[in-house]
C-alpha cells in the first residue's frame, strides 16, 4: 500500500478517538529506563505521547516520531502545555521511507506494528546503529490484543522476542540481548476498560 494510505490510515485512527489528556508511559519502559542516567532518546510511533512525556519528565531529550500528523500535533501541544517543549520534539516521518537521523542513548519501539507495508526488521537493525555506545534499544511488541486494540485478527501470530531478535540479526560482537521475555500486566484502553494482555520485551545493548 501506498505511503498515502498509511498516512490516512494511521490519522483516522487518531482522529476517531479523544485526545489523550494525560496519556501513561509503557510500563516495561518504566521499569526498564527508571535506574538510567538521562540522556538523548527516539520513540518510534510515539502515538499519544505517553512514552515522551515521560521521559521528559526524567531529564530525557526527546525525538518523537510519528507517521501521524494528528498524532505528533497533539503530543505538540501536550508538550507545551507541560512546559516540556524544550525536551520534546516532535516529527512526522515515515519510517517505511526512511529512518531519523541522529545519535541516541535510548530508542523505544513500542507496538510498533501497522497493517501497512513496513519492513520492521530493517527499522529495528537502522535503530540499533543509531544507538550510541552503551545506548539501549527497548523493543515491547503485542503477545495477544487487547479489546480496544485495532487488529483483531484471530488468526494473528506474536513472534517472541527471540524470533525478533533473530530477525533483526545482529552482530553479537556489537550489540547484545539484555531481555527477552513474555511478562503479563494489566492494561487499561479508551474509555477505562481493562484487560489483562501479554507483552514481548526486547532489550539490546550496544557494547562496541
Same mark, same amino acid.
Given at each position: 500500500?501506498?505511503?498515502?494510505?498509511?498516512?490516512?490510515?494511521?490519522?483516522?485512527?487518531?482522529?476517531?478517538?479523544?485526545?489523550?489528556?494525560?496519556?501513561?508511559?509503557?510500563?516495561?519502559?518504566?521499569?526498564?529506563?527508571?535506574?538510567?542516567?538521562?540522556?538523548?532518546?527516539?520513540?518510534?510511533?510515539?502515538?499519544?505521547?505517553?512514552?515522551?512525556?515521560?521521559?521528559?519528565?526524567?531529564?530525557?531529550?526527546?525525538?518523537?516520531? #510519528?507517521?501521524?500528523?494528528? /498524532? &505528533?500535533? *497533539?503530543? +505538540? %501541544?501536550? @508538550?507545551?502545555?507541560? $512546559?516540556?517543549?524544550?525536551? !520534546? =520534539?516532535?516529527?512526522?516521518?515515515?519510517?517505511?521511507?526512511?529512518?531519523?537521523?541522529?545519535?541516541?542513548?535510548?530508542?523505544?519501539?513500542?507496538?510498533?506494528?501497522?497493517?501497512? #507495508?513496513?519492513?520492521?526488521? /530493517? &527499522?529495528? *537493525?537502522? +535503530? %540499533?546503529? @543509531?544507538?550510541?555506545? $552503551?545506548?539501549?534499544?527497548? !523493543? =515491547?511488541?503485542?503477545?495477544?490484543?487487547?479489546?480496544?486494540?485495532?487488529?483483531?485478527?484471530?488468526?494473528?501470530?506474536?513472534?517472541?522476542?527471540?524470533?525478533?531478535?533473530?530477525?533483526?540479526?545482529?552482530?553479537? /560482537?556489537?550489540?547484545?540481548?539484555?531481555?527477552?521475555?513474555?511478562?503479563?500486566?494489566?492494561?487499561?484502553?479508551?474509555?477505562?476498560?481493562?484487560?489483562?494482555?501479554?507483552?514481548?520485551?526486547?532489550?539490546?545493548?550496544?557494547?562496541?
Amino acid at each position: 500500500m501506498s505511503t498515502t494510505d498509511a498516512v490516512t490510515f494511521w490519522d483516522d485512527v487518531y482522529a476517531a478517538r479523544p485526545a489523550a489528556v494525560d496519556p501513561r508511559p509503557n510500563a516495561r519502559l518504566t521499569e526498564t529506563v527508571t535506574s538510567l542516567p538521562p540522556g538523548d532518546a527516539l520513540d518510534l510511533g510515539c502515538g499519544d505521547g505517553g512514552d515522551a512525556l515521560w521521559l521528559a519528565g526524567q531529564g530525557w531529550h526527546v525525538t518523537a516520531v #510519528d507517521i501521524s500528523a494528528v /498524532a &505528533v500535533g *497533539r503530543l +505538540a %501541544a501536550l @508538550a507545551r502545555s507541560r $512546559g516540556l517543549d524544550d525536551r !520534546v =520534539v516532535t516529527v512526522r516521518h515515515d519510517l517505511h521511507e526512511s529512518f531519523p537521523q541522529g545519535d541516541f542513548d535510548l530508542i523505544c519501539a513500542d507496538y510498533l506494528h501497522t497493517p501497512h #507495508d513496513l519492513d520492521r526488521a /530493517a &527499522v529495528l *537493525r537502522s +535503530a %540499533a546503529r @543509531a544507538l550510541r555506545l $552503551g545506548g539501549r534499544l527497548l !523493543v =515491547v511488541d503485542h503477545g495477544s490484543a487487547a479489546p480496544w486494540s485495532w487488529n483483531q485478527d484471530p488468526g494473528v501470530r506474536y513472534p517472541s522476542p527471540r524470533e525478533v531478535a533473530a530477525q533483526v540479526d545482529l552482530d553479537p /560482537a556489537t550489540w547484545t540481548v539484555e531481555r527477552a521475555d513474555t511478562p503479563r500486566r494489566n492494561a487499561t484502553g479508551p474509555g477505562g476498560r481493562t484487560a489483562e494482555i501479554t507483552d514481548h520485551v526486547l532489550l539490546i545493548r550496544r557494547t562496541a
